[in-house]
């Protein structure tokens, strides 16, 4: 097979066999295939589409391209969240110390910022300190300690997936759901997940951004998930505002501090809490929903939530003293208060542009290279 040859099948709407679609993802694993010919391969597949069959081989290609991890010898149910990619979405930050503090096990392998949403390792990274690349046997050690790991894809997990999501994030390929499926599923399954919460999102802050393509995404994530043996439970939530009140990494962490603290009022903080309890349901913690509410609330009131994600960050080579100090998380040199030009309503908020803005302000990357600023938000 030669690549310019699948490139142009499918630039012509045909379809790729299982076969082709392993030797394109091998081979650009492998460094076989250079980024110019797998940007043409993204771009054919997202303007004439991708069958089931394809997307399924995709998937199947990037999931085996690396390890798939088990924790057999943890025996705490092991479950995670992902959500689709919002602005202002730090829930990761909560429910992953109060899911582990309420009895789960939770391997949590995150991104970084993609196209104009932020990334849940970027805000994990503005505390001094936090390694997020630990090697595998580290997260291992820290996920039989504390039940929490929250790490980035290392070289072993996915690797096919790491190339392939930073290209897809420079060729304008992000909000094409069989690749969306491919690269959630890949790294969710090969980091030894039992169950899955999606968290997806919909509206202009979003890469769906209606209800019905929130739903299509979400009927296709789980349906694949669950042909894979893994429990899945499925939101649809809107993203046609910031969630919670701040944009930007080492603000959105402090504000999940907050929450974690027992600030429980607004969006945010709702949020966090049905993600944390649906988790539950989807680890056999507790098979009412109320009940499991009712277990988050109490673990973040009582401080156990806090404590949790205390153990995790000394356990990753962070500062715990941010969660009592928060002067500690990098702080912007200037900042300005803009006022409306008359009084009125808020009835439309341009969600995608403020997440846009926070990149452009250094928040997020316009180049795989780019460096973060962690201070630089919004509110």
């Not at 580290?138 to 996920?143: I, P, Q, T, Y």
Request: hydrophobic share 40%; glycine share 10%.
């Amino acid at each position: 097979m030669r690549p310019q040859d699948l490139i142009e099948k499918k630039r012509d709407r045909g379809e790729l066999s299982p076969e082709e679609i392993a030797f394109l993802i091998k081979g650009y694993t492998r460094d076989e295939i250079p980024d110019y010919q797998m940007s043409a391969f993204l771009m054919a597949g997202f303007l004439n589409g991708m069958s089931p069959s394809e997307t399924a081989a995709l998937l199947h290609e990037m999931l085996h391209s690396g390890t798939v991890l088990t924790h057999d010898d943890i025996p705490e149910p092991k479950v995670d969240k992902h959500s689709t990619g919002g602005v202002g979405d730090k829930t990761s930050l909560v429910l992953g110390p109060v899911a582990a503090a309420c009895g789960l096990c939770v391997p949590m392998i995150s991104g970084r910022a993609l196209a104009h949403t932020g990334g849940t390792l970027d805000k994990l990274e503005s505390i001094p300190g936090f390694r997020t690349n630990l090697e595998l046997s580290e997260f291992r050690a820290v996920l039989k300690k504390c039940g929490l790991g929250l790490i980035g894809q290392t070289k072993e997990i996915a690797p096919a997936d790491r190339k392939i999501y930073a290209l897809r994030d420079l060729t304008a390929t992000v909000p094409f759901k069989p690749f969306i499926v491919a690269s959630i599923l890949s790294k969710k399954i090969a980091e030894g997940c039992e169950g899955l919460v999606l968290d997806v999102k919909f509206g202009n802050g979003a890469f769906m951004k209606n209800l019905a393509d929130g739903r299509e995404l979400a009927i296709l994530l789980k349906d694949a998930a669950t042909r894979l043996g893994k429990k899945v439970i499925a939101l649809l939530t809107n993203m046609n505002q910031p969630l919670g009140q701040w944009v930007g990494n080492a603000v959105e962490t402090q504000e999940a501090i907050d929450v974690l603290k027992g600030n429980l009022q607004g969006d945010f903080a709702e949020l966090s809490i049905e993600l944390s309890a649906q988790m539950l349901i989807a680890g056999g913690v507790d098979t009412s929903i109320e009940a499991a509410r009712n277990k988050v609330i109490s673990a973040i009131t009582s401080g156990k939530g806090l404590e949790k994600f205390r153990d995790c960050i000394r356990l990753q080579g962070g500062d715990p003293r941010v969660l009592d100090r928060p002067d500690i998380l990098p702080k912007a040199n200037h900042s300005a208060i803009i006022g409306a030009e008359r009084s009125g309503f808020v009835t439309a908020v341009a969600t995608d542009e403020i997440g846009r803005i926070v990149m452009d302000w250094g928040g997020g990357r316009r180049r795989v290279e780019d460096l973060i600023d962690h201070s630089v938000g919004l509110q």
